[in-house]
């Protein structure tokens, strides 16, 4: 009985999981129903990530606190904490950032589509024990005035906002924002080289 009620948690938490599957349209896409998020990514720019690392995992919805999916919820449609699709070099080609793990280690990793190949660039990369056990503070409750938390991955991506966003734009292109949920943000950039660096004001 308690090996049959493992299993259904096993299969339970594999069936919310988010995916990466090859796409039989050979596009980017981000497709979210309910918790479930589906990334598709045209074959070759899947040989690409899975090359660079066949242990990495995107991180999925479930894995956020309540605070930080509310936060993606008032951006859109399809907007989701572990990838947004853009045009990061300014070559007119939809490109695509993930967030997510391996066994080690936590990273942001931008696939470039460009002269008929994909490329995959790492953004950033940290090492949290845990993460998706963090303390998430939400700010404090209205009645006592203490401190409230949620637990879940702090990080999340999403498109350059603000004035960042609009001196890449002056370049034709589109920056990585990296957040922590209530504290701070870095932006990056892919340059000329295949290279993600800091971008500054």
């Known amino acids: 009985m308690i090996k049959l009620f493992t299993f259904c948690l096993l299969l339970t ?29 045209p074959t070759v720019a899947l040989l690409a990530l899975e090359k660079w690392n066949p242990n990495f995992k995107l991180f999925n ?5 309540k605070s930080v999916l509310e936060l993606f919820k008032d951006l859109g449609d399809n907007q989701v904490p572990m990838a947004f ?3 990061l070099d300014g070559n007119d080609k939809k490109d695509i950032v993930l967030l997510g793990n391996d066994l080690k280690k936590q990273y942001v990793v931008a696939i470039l589509q460009k002269d ?6 790492k953004v950033s ?7 998706k056990e963090s303390i998430v503070p939400t700010g404090l409750a ?8 949620e637990t879940g991955i702090p990080f999340y991506v999403l498109k350059a906002i603000g004035e960042h966003a609009e001196k890449l734009k002056e370049k034709k292109k589109a ?18 080289n295949n290279k993600a660096i800091r971008f500054t004001l």
Do not use: C, H, P, R
């Not at 990369?125 to 993460?131: D, K, T, Y």
């Open 13 to 41: 938490a594999l069936s919310q999981a988010a995916t990466i599957v090859k796409s039989e349209t050979n596009t980017l896409e981000i497709k979210t129903k309910d918790n479930d998020v589906e990334v598709q990514l």
């Open 61 to 65: 919805k479930t894995d956020y606190s």
């Open 85 to 87: 699709i853009d045009d």
């Open 116 to 121: 008929q190949k994909w490329t995959l660039i």
């Open 125 to 131: 990369e940290w090492s949290i024990a845990n993460i």
């Open 142 to 149: 209205a009645v006592s005035g203490t401190a409230q938390t």
């Open 175 to 192: 920056g990585i924002q990296i957040e922590n949920f209530m504290g701070s943000a870095e932006v990056f950039e892919i340059n000329n």
